[in-house]
C-alpha cells in the first residue's frame, strides 16, 4: 500500500533553534500534504494544508512564519519550525491524500530545551 | 457546523469481550466519509475502517465493523473479541465533501484498555 516516510521520528532541539521534518511519499504522488499537530493525550489538530508547487493554507490561529511549510515537488514536503520554544515541543505528524483515503508518516516528536 | 465528536474519554473491555466506541458528526454536506484510525503509544494513525456517506452497507473490516445511523449521524465503532493488542487510542475521523484537498477533522479521542 501507499507509504509515507517521514524523518525524523524524534529530534531535541535547543531553544531558538530550527527543526526541519520531512515527509516524503514513496510510492505515490502526494498532491497534497497535511500537517498536523498532537499534544500529549489530545486529538490531532490540523496545523496547515500544503499543495505541490503553491503556498501551504494555514489554519487559523498557526503562524505561517514559523512554521515553514515547502511542498516543492509530488513526493515531498517539509515543515520546518524556526525559532523553536519549549512551548512547541509537540509530536508532529503528516498525512497525504492517497487514491484510497489517507496516508499518515510515522510521526516526529519535537522536545524544545 | 461540521463537527466530530467522541464522548467516550476512556472505556475498559475484558479481553475477547466486544465493546462499542462512539462517535457522532455534524454536518449539512451530503457527501462525506467517515475514517476509524488506532494510534497506539508509539503515535503512528493506523487505517482501521472507512464508511461513506452513500454506501448502503456498513462497512466490516475483520474484527472492526462500523455502526453506520445516517439519521442520527452516527458511526460507533465495533471491535469484537477484543484482544489486549487492541489497547490504544482510537479516534475517528470525517472528511467534509469529496475534493482531493479535503482534510480529516478527528474527534477527541476514546483511550481504550483491554485487561486479561
Known amino acids: 500500500g501507499a507509504v509515507v516516510s517521514q524523518h525524523p521520528s524524534w529530534v531535541i532541539c535547543k531553544s531558538g533553534t530550527s527543526v526541519k521534518i520531512e515527509c516524503r511519499s514513496l510510492d505515490f504522488q502526494a498532491t497534497t500534504m497535511f500537517w498536523y499537530r498532537q499534544f500529549p493525550k489530545q486529538s490531532l489538530m490540523l496545523m496547515a494544508t500544503?499543495?505541490?508547487?503553491?503556498?501551504?493554507?494555514?489554519e487559523q490561529g498557526v503562524e505561517k512564519d514559523k512554521f515553514l511549510i515547502n511542498h516543492a515537488s509530488l513526493t515531498l514536503s517539509t515543515l520546518t519550525v524556526t525559532s523553536a520554544h519549549p512551548e512547541d515541543s509537540s509530536f508532529y505528524i503528516c498525512?497525504?491524500?492517497?487514491?484510497?483515503?489517507?496516508?499518515f508518516g510515522s510521526g516526529t516528536r519535537l522536545t524544545v530545551v | 457546523a461540521q463537527k466530530i465528536t467522541q464522548t467516550q474519554p476512556g472505556m475498559f473491555v475484558q479481553e475477547k469481550e466486544a465493546v462499542t466506541l462512539d462517535c457522532t458528526y455534524d454536518t449539512s454536506d451530503p457527501s462525506y466519509g467517515l475514517f476509524w484510525y488506532k494510534q497506539p503509544s508509539s503515535g503512528e494513525m493506523i487505517f482501521l475502517i472507512y464508511q461513506g456517506s452513500y454506501d448502503q452497507q456498513n462497512a466490516t473490516e475483520g474484527r472492526y465493523s462500523l455502526n453506520f445511523q445516517k439519521a442520527r449521524k452516527s458511526a460507533n465503532l465495533v471491535i469484537s473479541a477484543s484482544q489486549l493488542g487492541d489497547s490504544a487510542m482510537y479516534f475517528c475521523a470525517m472528511r467534509f465533501g469529496e475534493t482531493s484537498g479535503s482534510r480529516l477533522t478527528f474527534g477527541e479521542g476514546t483511550q481504550l484498555t483491554v485487561n486479561p
Open positions: 500544503s499543495n505541490e508547487g503553491s503556498k501551504a493554507t494555514y
Open positions: 498525512s497525504a491524500r492517497d487514491l484510497v483515503g489517507y496516508t
